[in-house]
């Protein structure tokens, strides 16, 4: 397994620990800040593993160093593969909240919501929503894995 793909893993641990334990006691909006940060993290050390395997298997000359066009590379390569474009859609929105400005409300509740204010939209992300997300980020890291292995 690359080393990449370790780190991946290893910003998954982290998310999680962010999500199963500091989300729950201190209920913040930095905490869903923080996770959306590991979470990409997570998503680039993948990309990385992934281009890394398609080089070995001379599928690609060189790999990108810009996250973004990673992005892109990954979407022009594989246009037919649904399951993979929805996942970097998702890099893609956790990319932008993170450079969004940001509300806080209900902080140190149940129902601690940030509010990334987008150029054409307001999103909201809640405890719920952070963890689907969560959950779709470790999807696509099962999912590298599978191609990587």
């Known amino acids: 397994m690359s080393e990449a793909f370790q780190k991946a893993q290893e910003e998954m641990k982290r998310a999680d620990h962010l999500m199963f334990v500091s989300l729950k006691y201190t209920r913040t909006v930095d ?3 923080s996770i959306v940060e590991r979470l990409i993290n997570a998503f680039d050390f993948s990309m990385e593993a992934y281009f890394e395997k398609l080089k ?3 599928k690609v000359t060189e790999i990108p160093t810009i996250p973004k066009v ?3 590379a990954l979407k022009a390569l594989f246009e037919d593969d649904t399951e993979l474009n929805t996942f970097l859609r998702l890099y893609a929105l956790l990319r932008k909240i993170n450079k969004a400005e940001f509300a806080r409300a209900r902080e140190y509740r149940r129902h601690v919501t940030m509010t990334a204010l987008l150029e054409d939209a307001e999103i909201e992300i809640t405890i719920d929503i952070i963890f689907d997300y969560f959950e779709k980020t470790r999807a696509f890291l099962e999912y590298v894995h599978e191609r990587i292995s």
């Open 31 to 33: 905490v869903i800040k």
């Open 56 to 58: 070995e298997q001379k």
């Open 70 to 72: 990673k992005a892109d």
